[in-house]
């Protein structure tokens, strides 16, 4: 077995835009910001700016809270590989939806 990454690291915008999909944008703390020109929050934000400088390190800080946040699990795929993905935000929260439109 190889070297596994600890945290969640992104390999590219696909990967990362994949798990957006699959929690961030399904999630109570993504959120538009005004005046900044994004949306998003700030765990999301703190992987975009640390992870790929954090992903080696084994006791920095900075990686250890970034573990803590999004961690990682081993997943197989169907042709028997297994890698090293990550796993649910420790602070995803589903959004609520409201069950219908006000009516106007
Ligand atoms: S709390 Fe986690 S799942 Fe929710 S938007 Fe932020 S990074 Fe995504």
Known sequence: MG???LMAYFANGTEGLT???QYCFRCEHFEQRPGEGAE?????????LF????????EHPG???LDMLIPEREH????GITYVVPAECTLFKL???????PSA
């Open 40 to 48: 998003g929050c700030p765990i999301w934000d703190a992987h975009l």
């Open 51 to 58: 992870a790929y400088e954090l992903c080696n390190e084994k």
């Open 76 to 79: 197989t795929f169907s042709n």
């Open 63 to 65: 990686k250890v809270i």
């Open 3 to 5: 070297t596994w990454l």
């Open 95 to 101: 959004k609520q939806e409201p069950l219908c439109e």
């Open 19 to 21: 798990y957006q999909e």
